[in-house]
C-alpha cells in the first residue's frame, strides 16, 4: 500500500489552460516597529522636569508666601525659602474670614453638584448615545449651544429668581442652578457612544431587563471611568466657583472662595494672611486628587485606548 505525501498549495500544478501568474506580495498591516515600546531621552526627561516645576512652583510659593510677614514678601528680593510664621498666619485667616464655616459649605456645595452632575448627566448622555426618540438630534444641537452662551448673561433673571423663591443668600441658590452641565451631558453622551455597544443594551432585554435594571447593571459600570472624570472636573470647578457664590450668598453664609475674597476686600490687605486662606483652600483638593487620582488617571487611560 502506497501513502502519497500532501501536496503543499504553492507546488500544485494549475488547472490547464489558467495563465501562471506571480501573486503580489500582500502589504503589511502594521508599519515596522509598530507596538514597541520607545525610551524617552534626556530631552523629554528636561522638558517634564520642566513643565513639573513650573506647575508646582505656584503651590510653593503660596507655601512660602503663607509662612512670611507682609513686609518681607514686599521686600525688592522676595524670599524663596517657606518661614516661621505659618501657623500665625494660619490661625489669623482661619479667625478673620470664618473658614470653618466656609468649608463646610464649599463641601456641601461641591458634593451636592457633583452627585446630581454624575446623576443627570449620565442618564442623559445614556439617552442621546443609545435611545431612539423623536427631536433627539435637535435637542443635543440645543443642548450644545448653551455651551456658547456666557454664564454672565443668566446672573440678573437667575438673581430675580432666587430671590424671588426665597432662596436669596442660601445655599440652595448656588447649588440647584448647576444640578446638571451641558459638557457634562455631552462629555457622556459621546463616551457612551463608543463604550456601551448595542448588542449588551439588547441582552439585558433579553433578559426581561427593564430601563431602570440596564442603568444600574450596565450603563452605570460601563460608565464609571468617564465618571470619574467628569466627577473630579465637576467638584474642583464648585470648589473653586467665586462669581455666582458671591453674588448669590452672604458674608454670614459664604463659600470658601467667597470668604477669601471677603478676607482681601479690607483697605491695605495683608498678604501673608490672604495666602494662608489660598493654602487652606487648596490642601483639600490635593487630598482628593492624592485618594481618587489612580482611578481619575486610569479613566482617562480607558477612554484613550479604547478602540
Known amino acids: 500500500m502506497t501513502t502519497t505525501s500532501p501536496i503543499a498549495a504553492s507546488d500544485r500544478p494549475r488547472a490547464s489552460g489558467a495563465a501562471v501568474r506571480d501573486e503580489p506580495p500582500r502589504r503589511r498591516r502594521f508599519k515596522p516597529g509598530a507596538g514597541r515600546q520607545h525610551h524617552a531621552g534626556p530631552f523629554a526627561y528636561f522638558a517634564l522636569a520642566v513643565v513639573g516645576l513650573g506647575s508646582l512652583f505656584p503651590l510653593y510659593w503660596t507655601l512660602v508666601a503663607a509662612s512670611r510677614t507682609q ?3 514686599l521686600d525688592a528680593s522676595p524670599p524663596l525659602i517657606p518661614g516661621g510664621n505659618l501657623f500665625n498666619n494660619l490661625q489669623a485667616a482661619w479667625e478673620q474670614a470664618h473658614l470653618g464655616k466656609a468649608i463646610v459649605n464649599t463641601l456641601v456645595v461641591s458634593a451636592s453638584i457633583t452627585v446630581a452632575t454624575l446623576f443627570f448627566c449620565t442618564l442623559a448622555g445614556y439617552a ?7 427631536g433627539r438630534g435637535a435637542l443635543m ?3 450644545i449651544a448653551t455651551l456658547t452662551i456666557p454664564p454672565q448673561l443668566s446672573v440678573v433673571p437667575l438673581f430675580m429668581l432666587m430671590s424671588d423663591i426665597g432662596w436669596g443668600g442660601q445655599l440652595e441658590s448656588v447649588i440647584f442652578p448647576t444640578l446638571v452641565s451641558a459638557f457634562g451631558v455631552f462629555f457622556m453622551r459621546q463616551y457612551l457612544i463608543e463604550a456601551l455597544p448595542y448588542e449588551l443594551i439588547e441582552a439585558g432585554r433579553v433578559d ?4 431602570i435594571r440596564i442603568v444600574w447593571s450596565i450603563v452605570l459600570p460601563v460608565a464609571r471611568p468617564a465618571m470619574m472624570v467628569l466627577g473630579m472636573l465637576t467638584f474642583v470647578q464648585a470648589w473653586n466657583d467665586f462669581f455666582w457664590p458671591y453674588l448669590a450668598l452672604s458674608a454670614e453664609n459664604p463659600t470658601l472662595q467667597v470668604a477669601l475674597g471677603l478676607l482681601s476686600a479690607s483697605y491695605v490687605p495683608d498678604q501673608s494672611i490672604v495666602m494662608a486662606g489660598a493654602l487652606i483652600s487648596t490642601l483639600p483638593l490635593l487630598v482628593v486628587f492624592v485618594i481618587f487620582g489612580k482611578q481619575i488617571v486610569g479613566g482617562i487611560m480607558a477612554g484613550a485606548v479604547k478602540g
Open 71 to 73: 513686609d518681607e514678601i
Open 128 to 134: 442621546f448615545a443609545k435611545m431612539r426618540f423623536r
Open 141 to 143: 444641537t440645543a443642548v
Open 208 to 211: 426581561g431587563a427593564n430601563n
